[in-house]
T-cell receptor, first 109, second 115 residues
């Protein structure tokens, strides 16, 4: 069965520090992975997807099939990065998402 | 702006009551989804619909039912609410084009409390 694991419920860092939000997945097929973000009082929205290999708001994520991981990284955290981050795996022809339990990132000044 | 809306935004009800949560979208998307969010459990899929005549159960459909009244409307019902259905409920939509993933767009959520 497909599963997404985010081991940290809360990650607290200071502004300017590097950030890594961990995500591991379990899926027998070819994975499509994503990061969604929910800022305070805003809707859940797509941050980035692995197939795009893009950097959004300074965040990057690399799919490591050997380690079945898709960790989200940013070299220098900003206060506005504080939010809830969900890693998600797309299954069933790419149209059904399985979410991890989420990691709350808190960036302090 | 094309949008996904949910009504009501907040609801408090009692055990045993029937509750309907409604979702409407003006994005013109074929696909619609209902999730619930619980602290420590993330988002879990309740039901999804790929078009008006297509309804599918998600991972936690027990105790819930849905109705796809039109392309733009997807309602979630709790026939007899129970306290462990207290949660934040999200509706989402996506296009149905192509073979690659189509981004899901989320509504603002409905906070349901069952006493």
């Amino acid at each position: 069965a497909q599963r997404v694991t985010q081991p940290e419920k809360l990650l607290s860092v200071f502004k300017g520090a590097p950030v890594e939000l961990k995500c591991n997945y379990s899926y027998s097929g070819s994975p499509e992975l994503f990061w969604y973000v929910q800022y305070s009082r805003q809707r859940l929205q797509l941050l980035l997807r692995h197939i795009s290999r893009e950097s959004i708001k300074g965040f990057t994520a690399d799919l490591n099939k050997g380690e079945t991981s898709f960790h989200l990284k940013k070299p220098f955290a900003q206060e506005e990065d504080s939010a809830m981050y969900y890693c998600a795996l797309s299954v069933l022809g790419f149209q059904k998402l399985v979410f991890g339990t989420g990691t709350r990132l808190l960036v302090s000044p | 702006d094309a949008d996904v809306t949910q009504t009501p935004r907040n609801r408090i009800t009692k055990t045993g009551k029937r509750i309907m949560l409604e979702c409407s979208q003006t994005k013109g998307h074929d696909r619609m989804y209902w999730y619930r969010q619980d602290p420590g459990l993330g988002l879990r899929l309740i039901y999804y619909s790929f078009d008006v005549k297509d309804i599918n159960k998600g991972e936690i459909s027990d105790g819930y039912s849905v109705s796809r009244q039109a392309q733009a409307k997807f309602s979630l019902s709790l026939e007899s609410a129970i306290p462990n259905q207290t949660a934040l409920y999200f509706c989402a939509t996506s296009e149905s084009t192509g073979a690659t993933y189509n981004e899901q767009f989320f509504g603002p959520g409905t906070r349901l409390t069952v006493l």
